[in-house]
């Protein structure tokens, strides 16, 4: 509104000739070729901060009326849009229509609605929901992060076979689990999947910024073979089921592609290649909870 | 059997509170219990402060009794009390209890490594002047009989 314009706020923007006499109070004085370009640069609005100190908690140094004076609300006078209110009431379509009939003794005419009431209500008013609202498959769940797990992070190891290992982290798999790597020179322990919550996050990182993993390495690469054919045979069940794991040739080319990336970084860093190579463990007086990661 | 007195110009160093490890100096003794207490140096403002938070060190400065700050800033930037704190034992030791509690987990192993090296050159220094010993003994043993 044009009275907010003139109550002091710094807009250099839009200055009208009519209120160049007030701009000779103000510090900076401008040219009005700069108009143009004033107009165009558009300032976000800025709002005074409280001109009411406060004396107390709830208790402000001025009164109500001295308030009104300060914020120049007598500046600030808006009017109600009525002029809206005074088209409505001109501008309300026609609800009703009157229409010829034909017949005798019919009266002629007819006055039918424009808007007709609707000739069915549904006995509910909002559809009710399927029990499985909101429940979702596992593949489309949310995955989360611990901001404290980023890629190249040493990780300990917590559960499993591995536990107590320090670790480098890779990446966060489709499930969730964690792409992990020993290097096996380093602890034997190979590219596996960790889960987030079994996992301790130190703050030492390696830079992995440019290696590659490559793309194969999914879920479905790590997940257990069961190989389950019963077909009638009852006695043999035992056979047929993979007893010992056996290492394919894929994973230790996979492992030692990896791995070759990585170490070259961690020899970088004095010492890391003998953290990683020790385990983690407590004794007496050592605390988790005071420990710092 | 005291060396420490709180006197006007006695730094302090505070121990708990808002204020806990910082140093100011006593400007004022109000009743049995405060003193009026300024830190321009240390990011005190002058304020009441009870005795039982203070501890008192060894450095005292030079001004009069309810001097405004600048004389206190004067006073304690001319004996370069922060210089002389850091190089005092005391606060060496609040600045090791600090890093020992900010040691991250690959921080400890370097320390662990560090300490069992330390620790094997002191015991071969050890074993090589038990040595030296016990040659001696079995030669004045020999010359004896």
């Known amino acids: 509104m044009a009275g907010e314009k003139k109550a002091g706020e710094k807009k250099p923007a839009q200055k009208k000739t009519g209120e160049k006499k007030t701009g000779d109070k103000k510090p900076v004085e401008k040219k009005p070729s700069q108009k143009k370009v004033r107009e165009k640069i558009k300032k ?16 402000g140094k001025y009164s109500r009326s001295a308030m009104y004076a300060r914020k120049a609300l007598y500046k600030r006078k808006y009017t109600a849009p009525e002029t809206k209110i005074e088209k409505k009431k001109k501008e309300k379509p026609r609800a009703t229509i009157t229409k010829p009939v ?11 609605k424009v808007r007709k009431m609707p000739r069915y209500y549904p006995t509910e008013d909002v559809p009710r929901k399927l029990l499985s609202h909101g429940k979702k498959p596992f ?8 901001a404290s797990i980023t890629p190249g992070t040493v990780l300990i190891l917590l559960t499993g076979r591995h536990r107590g290992k320090r670790v480098v982290f890779l990446k966060q798999l489709a499930t969730g689990l964690l792409l992990v790597t020993g290097p096996l020179v380093i ?5 596996r999947r960790a889960h987030q919550k079994f996992v301790i996050a130190t703050s030492t990182k390696v830079d992995i910024s440019g290696v590659k993993i490559p793309k194969h390495l999914t879920d479905a690469y790590f997940k257990k073979k069961r190989l389950r054919k019963p077909k009638h045979q009852e006695g043999e069940i035992f056979d047929t089921e993979k007893e010992k794991y056996e290492i394919t040739e894929q994973r230790k080319t996979d492992q030692k592609a990896v791995d070759s990336q990585i170490l070259a970084r961690i020899k970088k860093v004095p010492q890391l290649r003998g953290y990683l190579r020790s385990t983690f463990s407590l004794s007496n007086g050592v605390y988790p909870h005071k420990l710092v990661f | 059997v005291f060396k420490r007195f709180v ?20 400007v004022d003794v109000i009743d049995q219990n405060r003193a009026l207490v300024d830190g321009p140096c240390s990011g005190v403002r002058r304020q009441a402060m009870p005795f039982k938070c203070m501890q008192l060190t060894d450095f005292v400065l030079k001004f009069p009794h309810s001097a405004r700050q600048k004389c206190v800033r004067l006073a ?5 009390i922060n210089e002389k704190w850091a190089a005092t034992r005391w606060a060496k030791k609040i600045e090791a209890r600090e890093k020992k509690a900010k040691m991250t987990d690959f921080d400890r192993y370097k320390v662990m490594k560090a300490k069992k090296m330390r620790n094997r050159i002191i015991k071969h220094e050890i074993k090589k002047l038990q040595k030296k010993t016990s040659k001696k003994v079995k030669k004045t043993e020999k010359k004896q009989k």
């Open chain 1, 139 to 146: 593949c489309q769940h949310k995955r989360k992060l611990r």
């Open chain 1, 102 to 112: 034909g017949g005798d003794k019919n009266g002629g005419s007819r006055v039918v």
């Open chain 1, 44 to 59: 976000p609005k800025k709002y005074h901060a409280s001109r009411n100190p406060v004396l107390a908690r709830g208790i």
């Open chain 2, 7 to 26: 006197e006007i110009g006695r730094v302090a160093f505070i121990s708990f509170g808002r204020h806990a490890g910082k140093l100011v100096a006593i």
């Open chain 2, 76 to 80: 304690w930037e001319k004996e370069n």
């Open chain 1, 187 to 191: 602890n034997r322990v190979p590219l």
